[in-house]
């Protein structure tokens, strides 16, 4: 069974940093593009960043760029985002998934495939 499991969140302060992992399980996860997403409370959810498979093009919301760094370890079938300087607006729930990508690129939007799991809580508070 296809299943992405997101932890690494906690309670950070403004400026500080974090690192979240996706571990996949139930399929070959290096086969596809993983991307992360959040929701802050009474938005929308929203992509964050994505990585391909392969040569591992990323891809970026602008409103982290230079702040957030994604990788993936295909040997342990995880992807990583790393997070620095963190505001306040990043607080949110963040949630993995395969995404759907194009020849050249990964692109921030969920394919049908799974559904979403519990997330990670990340608080970015003084």
């Known amino acids: 069974q296809l299943q992405l499991v997101e932890s690494g969140g906690g309670l950070v302060q403004p400026g500080g940093s974090l690192r979240l992992s996706c571990a996949a399980s139930?399929?070959?996860?290096?086969?596809?593009?993983i991307g992360w997403f959040r929701q802050a409370p009474g938005k929308e959810r929203g992509g964050v960043s994505c990585i391909s498979f392969g040569a591992g093009r990323t891809n970026y919301a602008d409103s982290v760029k230079g702040r957030f760094t994604i990788s993936r370890d295909n040997a342990k079938s995880t992807v990583y985002l790393q997070m620095n300087s963190l505001k306040p607006e990043d607080t949110a729930v963040y949630y993995c998934a395969i995404v759907r990508r194009t020849q050249s690129i990964c692109l921030l939007t969920k394919t049908d495939s799974g559904s979403w799991g519990q997330g990670t809580q990340v608080t970015v508070s003084s």
């Open positions: 139930g399929f070959t996860s290096d086969y596809y593009a």
